[in-house]
Each structure stands twice: as structure tokens, then as C-alpha cells.
């Protein structure tokens, strides 16, 4: 499991460590309490994009009342123009009248059109805001850092060795294995599988193929003690009850485990596709990335970062304007298909939120499943203490509803 989650850890990796080390000086931007506060950290680069985000939409707010004001001053003067039309009786005046109603509908033409430009231009701006903050939003090293201790305690209740008195039980069981293993076919493949699994000091595999041998080889065990050995015989009943337990155990986490295999799946192509919509955005905008990575994912004073994502904001403006004027009729392809891959990528993202945040709940059940049991109850509610601080570090950092929610307010429609 610490693979997996290395897998996810390597998500963003280089953006990660510099944000952890961030200060924010930003008056819009509240200051960390101390570096490497992840979720803190989150929080303060949320803030710095909404701002950005109010500002673009604030923007487009003023020109939107500039637009109906001249659409509604227009429609006004279309409408005298209609009704001086119907009363004229003088031949020169109608034309007149005729030519300047042309005018005024091609005034509202543009109008509409410089609407339009004005929507689009707001729209990519907040695509590209939306896009590099991801830079510094996605950050699985949290999870990473808050769940290496969780999944190794979890792997570790999962081991029937390290449950008191089993050790000292299994040595006899294991020198019994050694001594009888010519002697009767399922002994021999036992002391085969367990000389396979390696190190039995230290680990006992009881899941999957080699746990079925295993309790043959246990059960034989048990039958060959005499009555005499009553204290071994209750011993090893224990032990075996124990070790059936501990399979079944392993065996549900393996199912609720598959689940964060698929997850770091979904997270790496997310980041290959991320990674690829960045650098597709900063082409189209002739920004160097290596100029990018010095001012925004390698800049911890997020004063700095404000201003220089007000300059891309800028230059996306810039952009769309320049794309219309190049393309008159086409200009509007390249700028959609982005503001589509960057709203996909946001949503994603928040349905993997969703997922992981799921996947927490199935370990709760699962230990729920466990907990009341004599042998192995202390151990689950341990892990159960530890999931409840992972489940609140991961809330505080990811709120997937709130992710998908402004991902699918991101765009105004004309």
C-alpha cells in the first residue's frame, strides 16, 4: 500500500514541496500558521483564486452592464425609428429614416458581438486561472503524509505475528512442519510454501493461495498433539481461530484495497493530462515554462504569484481577442476546446475526491467488522483512531462537492 500511495505522492511532486515552504503576504490571502501546514496551505491558494476569479468576473460584470444599457438604448431607438417609419409621409425622410435604422441594428450587431468577445475572453481567463492554481490545488502528498501510518498499522493487523503469544506458537508449528515434512505429502508442500514466503519471523502471508496449504498444514498439526498436550492443543486451537481471522481480514481489506489501485490509476492519467493541458496553454499564450516555474511553482511569496497570474490573465485576454482578429470566423475552436479540458479536469479531480472519500468509509466498516472481537478488537479500533485523523486531515484539504460545484460554474454563456 505504501507503493500505492508513493504512486499518488508523485502527482505534482515538484509544485508540492514548494508549496509546502509558501508564506502568504497577499492582504486576500490569510498567512499559514506554519510551513508545511498542507490543508492551510490549500485554503490560502483557494482564497488567491477566487480573487482572481472575482476580479474576471467583475470585469465582465461592468461591461455587461455597459452592454445592456446600449442594447436597451438601441432597441429604444429602433423602435422610434419604427414608428416614425409608420407616420412619415415625405419619401427623403423615410430613407432617412431607413438608412439609420440600418445603422442602428449593425451598431447592435457589434454590440453583440463585442458581448460575445467580452464572454469568451472572461471565460478563458478563468480556465487558465483555474488551470495553473490546479499547479499548487492537487496535492496527494497530504493524503501521502496523513496515511503512511495508517496503512502500515493496517497491513500490520493483518499479520499473525505480531498478535501476543503467536510467535512462540508458530516456532513449534513450523519445527513440527520441518520434522514431519518427508513424511506426508501436505507437510511437505506446507514446509515448501512457507520456505517461498520468506522470512516467517517477521511476516506470515495468510491470504490467497498459501493460506489454504497453511491451515491443512495447521490442522494436521493440531491432530497430531496427544491429550496429554491439552495446553498446546487449546494453544493451537487459539492460534488457528486467530490465523483464520486474520485471513479473513486481509481478505476484505484486499477488497477495499483494489479500490486505491484504481484510484492511483485515475491519478496518474489525470496528471499526464493535466501536465499536457498546462503546457498546450502555455504554448498558446508563448509563456516558457521555465519562466512559468520560476514565477509561480517555485514562487513561495503569494503576493508575487497574484500579480504574475493577473499578467497571464492578461495575456489570455489578449489571446482570444488576437484569435478573433486573425480567425473571424474559426477564433472561437481553439478557446472553447480548452475551457472544455480544463472544467473535465477540474471535475475529474472531484470525482476522485468522491472515491477516495468512499474508500475511507469501506475501512470503516471494515473495522467495524472486527472490532468487538476478542483477539483482534484492539487493533481495529487503534486503526479506526488513526482513519478518523486521516478522514479529518483529508476533509479539511478536499471538499469534492465543492470542487465539482465551481467546476461547473466556471463559464458565463453569451
Same mark, same amino acid.
Given at each position: 500500500m505504501t507503493k500505492k500511495i508513493l504512486c499518488i505522492a508523485a502527482w505534482l511532486l515538484s509544485s508540492i514541496v514548494a508549496t509546502a515552504q509558501s508564506e502568504d503576504s497577499s492582504a486576500a490571502v490569510k498567512k499559514a500558521s506554519a510551513p508545511g501546514q498542507t490543508a492551510d496551505s490549500l485554503s490560502s491558494e483557494k482564497k488567491l483564486r477566487e480573487k482572481l476569479l472575482d476580479d474576471i468576473q467583475a470585469g465582465l460584470d461592468k461591461k455587461n452592464t455597459t452592454f445592456d444599457s446600449t442594447i436597451h438604448r438601441i432597441n429604444n431607438r429602433v423602435d422610434d425609428l419604427d414608428s416614425a417609419?409608420?407616420?412619415?409621409? #415625405?419619401?427623403?425622410?423615410? @430613407?432617412?429614416?431607413? /438608412?439609420?435604422?440600418?445603422?442602428?441594428?449593425?451598431?447592435? *450587431? =457589434?454590440?453583440?458581438?463585442?458581448?460575445?468577445?467580452?464572454?469568451?475572453?472572461?471565460?478563458?481567463?478563468?480556465?487558465?486561472?483555474?488551470?495553473?492554481?490546479?499547479?499548487?490545488e492537487i496535492k496527494?502528498?497530504?493524503?501521502?503524509?496523513?496515511?503512511?501510518?495508517?496503512? #502500515?498499522?493496517?497491513?500490520? @493487523?493483518?499479520?499473525? /505475528?505480531?498478535?501476543?503469544?503467536?510467535?512462540?506458537?508458530? *516456532? =513449534?508449528?513450523?519445527?513440527?512442519?520441518?520434522d514431519n515434512k518427508s513424511n506426508e505429502s501436505m507437510i511437505t508442500i506446507s514446509n515448501n510454501l512457507l520456505l517461498f514466503s520468506g522470512n516467517t519471523t517477521s511476516f506470515l502471508p495468510v491470504v490467497g493461495p498459501i493460506s489454504s496449504v497453511l491451515f491443512a498444514g495447521m490442522s494436521t498439526y493440531l491432530n497430531s498433539l496427544s491429550k496429554k498436550e491439552k495446553a498446546l492443543r487449546e494453544q493451537s486451537e487459539k492460534m488457528i481461530a486467530l490465523t483464520m481471522k486474520v485471513s479473513q481480514y486481509g481478505y476484505d481489506k484486499g477488497a477495499v484495497e483494489h479500490e486505491w489501485e484504481l484510484i492511483t490509476d485515475e491519478l496518474m492519467n489525470l496528471q499526464s493530462l493535466y501536465l499536457r493541458n498546462l503546457n498546450i496553454n502555455l504554448a498558446m499564450l508563448k509563456i516558457d515554462p521555465a519562466v512559468y516555474d520560476e514565477n509561480f511553482s517555485k514562487e513561495s511569496d503569494a503576493e508575487k504569484r497574484y500579480q504574475y497570474l493577473t499578467t497571464i490573465r492578461q495575456k489570455a485576454s489578449d489571446y482570444v481577442e488576437a484569435q478573433k482578429a486573425i480567425a473571424p470566423k474559426d477564433w472561437k475552436e481553439a478557446v472553447y476546446n480548452q475551457m472544455n479540458q480544463v472544467q473535465s479536469l477540474k471535475m475529474r479531480f472531484g470525482q476522485i475526491t468522491f472515491r477516495i472519500n468512499e474508500n475511507i468509509f469501506k475501512y470503516s466498516s471494515l473495522f467495524n467488522k472486527y472490532k468487538a472481537d476478542p483477539e483482534i478488537g484492539a487493533k481495529m479500533t487503534d486503526l479506526q483512531n488513526k482513519l478518523l485523523g486521516l478522514k479529518e486531515i483529508f476533509d479539511k484539504a478536499f471538499d469534492p462537492l465543492d470542487y465539482i460545484n465551481s467546476a461547473t460554474r466556471m463559464y458565463k454563456v453569451a
Open positions: 417609419l409608420k407616420t412619415t409621409t #415625405s419619401v427623403k425622410e423615410k @430613407a432617412e429614416k431607413l /438608412l439609420e435604422r440600418v445603422q442602428v441594428l449593425e451598431a447592435r *450587431e =457589434k454590440a453583440v458581438e463585442q458581448n460575445e468577445l467580452d464572454i469568451y475572453k472572461a471565460n478563458y481567463q478563468s480556465a487558465v486561472v483555474n488551470l495553473i492554481s490546479m499547479d499548487r496527494p502528498l497530504l493524503l501521502f503524509n496523513a496515511s503512511r501510518e495508517f496503512f #502500515s498499522t493496517l497491513n500490520e @493487523a493483518g499479520n499473525p /505475528l505480531n498478535y501476543p503469544g503467536y510467535k512462540d506458537w508458530f *516456532e =513449534k508449528f513450523s519445527q513440527y512442519v520441518k
